[in-house]
């Protein structure tokens, strides 16, 4: 069962306290928005799923697939079928595209049979194309050096390929629409819709309701200084995008500070 | 990029000058050169944080300029002034152990004769001589070397053979020809086609006796044992020599192909390469030396002597993959005639202790030098190149780039110099240094240095010392890449430009296996 279970998750920065005790289920197969004020913790909620380093979980787990993640390397969470689409996609120089993904590709077939020689060329090259076709990319993409000068667009689009081709059971999608254009947006999104099914569950954390035309979130979710405050159906998008989110501020805040 | 983003900083300095022709004097040019030496040290400590110094250089002495004519020898300068005379180099080697096969080359013995005289003569460096200052040979157990050729043949042929895998070819499909030196004895192959076109691919003894005129047109005049003990020791002792002379106007198609194999302990090896290429020829050559890694030191010394004529074409690509007991000393220079054109490619992955001079003399109008170096060490390796990019003429121009990661505690120094003569305008010289640290105790130092005496240049250089970025190495961890592969697969993407500059299959995937053997 590929649900993801947050439990009571804290998690540190630098000393900080950002996630302060959240818990959060996402059910097989549903897509979730997380919004939520800027500072609210979103990014350190998928930095963390993922297991960044530099955040500190000082409390919690998470459970997917039967096991609690947290106790697992970054790469083996990938192997259980997690998948980070970043905010801000990292460049390697000197890696193409190419190459990056079919290491990434043959890494998760070792990982599920450590006797694997990887995947035959020809049979990477179709997947590559097919995926790059879906997300209506040029295949010189698959040439150049790994998100080294992509434009925003390009970098979006290059997480999306890479989700695509990783083809993850569950996705935490990073702000993956800030810095598109519309045209950018909607074939990041197909591309997100493409993977939708029983198997696939995502985050989609979001500041803007106009992604989330194109994706049609299962649930939406308001996070605010570090736990998650509202839950709702796309109704709950629709509303933050009219009135903001002084009416979450004013109720939560009380709060807080009544703690 | 595998650097850090706030520290290890490309430093470029773009020195454009424009008559800025003065009178002063420059009489202790030579002199002050060597004594000013930089010590911009980019040196790695700590894991925080990746120190990067890139410290320029660029000593301007403008002299009226002068253009060099033909028939004047400009002058270079050299580094490495030496200190004070030692009397006792150590090293059990005499004059009987000369090699004098053939009797009737007088002038090869002669030439012996002299350079043995200059190794008695020469000191030992040491890290007083500003060349060999951050090199320390003092561990160099000199006084337990024997020369090879002075080995028993029964002694001789229990050492390790030859791996197939070192005969492939590293350049294209196949060799025009092949020179290998064993330990015991030498064989050499040439194509009849390449024969045939007037091509000389032999070694010394082969050449001295077929080809005496040619050999003595050829031999020492690029490199001159006098420029220091290990020259002037492989210049009277090597008995490994290779003769590649390409004849005016000729195009060779195929690559040639030359192993230096230098097994065994307590060994001395000596060697002597010399490539002459004439006007309009073309040729490629790839030279390799190697030997198994054992216990305990040996010792290879080697003379590389490259000539490139007007409008020819040398591709000459250098594989250092000597065991890690091996001691290793080079002097290797490159003179390129008017509108010559060089290609140098060096590959050090190998040896205890490297200490090696390149250098090249762009001597005539419209030359072109590009040197392009990759080095990887490991364990307690230490790699010393020491280069240098001479324009001595104007409308020159030259290219450096060394890439080099380090692993364990292993440490890497790369000096390098432009030197720009009086009067060689209008040149564009360029060099770059870039380091990957990938250990704590593995240390970079990046020695960029400029000296021009011309006023309408141009000369760039940058260097840098970096580690791997935490978030790059997060990114591919994300992507399900385990640690050693996503540390493999960034010093690969480090080193790719420099494989851009190398297009020759075989060569590079030689380099990648050794990225792997030794981030284990």
């Given amino acids: 069962m590929s649900q993801l279970d947050i439990r009571d998750l804290r998690v540190t920065v630098a000393g900080n306290e950002i996630l302060k005790g959240l818990n959060l289920t996402i059910e097989q197969g549903k897509v979730h928005a997380l919004m939520g004020p800027n500072g609210s913790g979103k990014s350190t909620l998928a930095y963390t799923l993922m297991g960044h380093p530099n955040y500190e979980v000082t409390g919690g787990e998470v459970w997917f697939k039967g096991q609690n993640i947290l106790e697992l390397e970054p790469d083996q969470r990938s192997h259980l079928g997690i998948f980070l689409a970043f905010q801000y996609p990292v460049a390697i120089p000197g890696v193409s595209v190419a190459n990056f993904l079919r290491t990434a590709l043959n890494s998760h077939r070792k990982a599920k049979n450590p006797e694997d020689k990887g995947m035959p060329i020809p049979e990477f090259r179709t997947l590559m194309k097919e995926k790059m076709d879906l997300l209506k990319m040029d295949h010189s993409f698959a040439g150049r050096y790994l998100n080294d000068g992509f434009s925003g667009g390009e970098k979006k689009r290059a997480e999306i390929l890479q989700m695509a081709a990783l083809d993850p059971e569950f996705a935490v999608l990073d702000e993956t629409d800030s810095g598109l254009d519309i045209d950018a947006l909607r074939n990041v999104a197909e591309g997100v819709q493409a993977l939708r099914g029983p198997n696939f569950g995502a985050l989609v954390i979001t500041h803007y309701q106009r992604l989330l035309n194109y994706i049609n979130p299962d649930v939406v979710h308001v996070m605010f200084d570090g736990r998650i405050v509202e839950t709702g159906g796309p109704e709950l998008a629709l509303k933050l995008e009219a009135q903001g989110y002084d009416w979450v501020r004013e109720a939560h805040q009380l709060v807080t500070s009544g703690q | ?520």
């Fill in chain 2, 1 to 520: 990029m595998a650097k850090k983003k706030t520290s290890a900083r490309p430093k470029k300095a773009v020195v454009r000058k424009k008559k800025v022709a003065t009178k002063k004097v420059a009489v202790k040019k030579a002199k002050t050169v060597a004594k000013s030496k930089p010590k911009a040290v980019a040196k790695k400590k700590g894991a925080a944080k990746s120190k990067a110094v890139a410290k320029k250089r660029v000593v301007t002495r403008s002299a009226a300029p002068e253009v060099i004519g033909a028939g004047q020898t400009p002058r270079v300068i050299t580094r490495g002034g030496a200190a004070a005379v030692q009397t006792k180099s150590g090293f059990p080697f005499n004059a009987e152990q000369i090699p004098n096969g053939v009797k009737e080359a007088a002038f090869l013995h002669s030439y012996r004769k002299s350079a043995w005289n200059q190794f008695e003569k020469l000191p030992l460096p040491s890290t007083n001589d500003e060349a060999w200052r951050r090199t320390d040979i003092r561990q160099l157990k000199r006084g337990s070397l024997q020369i090879v050729d002075g080995l028993a043949k029964a002694a001789r042929d229990k050492l390790p053979s030859i791996p197939a895998r070192l005969l492939k070819p590293l350049v294209g499909k196949g060799h025009g020809g092949q020179i290998v030196f064993g330990p015991g004895k030498t064989s050499v192959q040439l194509s009849k086609a390449i024969a045939k076109q007037g091509v000389v691919f032999t070694d010394f003894a082969t050449a001295a006796a077929k080809h005496p005129e040619l050999l003595k047109k050829v031999l020492g005049k690029v490199v001159k044992p006098d420029e220091g003990k290990f020259a002037a020791m492989a210049g009277a002792l090597a008995g490994r020599g290779v003769l590649l002379y390409v004849p005016k106007g000729v195009q060779v198609d195929e690559p040639l192909h030359s192993l230096l194999w230098g097994p065994g302990a307590g060994l001395a090896y000596f060697s002597h390469v010399l490539v002459w290429v004439e006007d309009g020829a073309s040729v490629t050559y790839v030279h390799e030396s190697a030997s198994p890694t054992i216990g305990e030191q040996s010792m290879h010394a080697g003379i590389v002597e490259l000539h490139v004529g007007s409008r020819a074409n040398l591709r000459f690509v250098e594989l250092q993959s000597w065991g890690e007991h091996m001691w290793n000393f080079t002097h290797e220079r490159a003179r390129v005639k008017k509108d010559g054109n060089l290609d140098w490619i060096f590959g050090a992955l190998g040896s205890h202790l490297t200490k090696n001079f390149s250098e090249i003399n762009l001597e005539g109008e419209g030359s072109v030098g590009r040197m392009s170096g990759f080095y990887f060490t490991d364990g307690n390796q230490h790699l010393d190149h020491d280069t240098q990019q001479n324009h001595l003429a104007p409308h020159t121009s030259s290219d450096l780039l060394f890439k080099g990661a380090l692993e364990e505690q292993s440490r890497s120094v790369w000096q390098g110099m432009i030197y720009v003569a009086p009067g060689a305008q209008r040149t564009d010289g360029y060099q770059a240094n870039r380091n990957l640290v990938l250990s704590k105790q593995a240390r970079a130092d990046s020695i960029p240095g400029l000296e021009i005496q011309a006023d309408d240049v141009r000369c760039t250089h940058g260097a840098t010392v970096g580690k791997i970025d935490p978030d790059e190495y997060f990114y591919l961890l994300s992507r399900g890449i385990p640690p050693v592969e996503a540390r493999r697969l960034i010093v690969k993407g480090f080193f790719d430009p420099i494989m851009e500059r190398i297009p020759f299959e075989g060569v590079r995937q030689r380099f990648q296996q050794a990225i792997v053997q030794k981030m284990k």
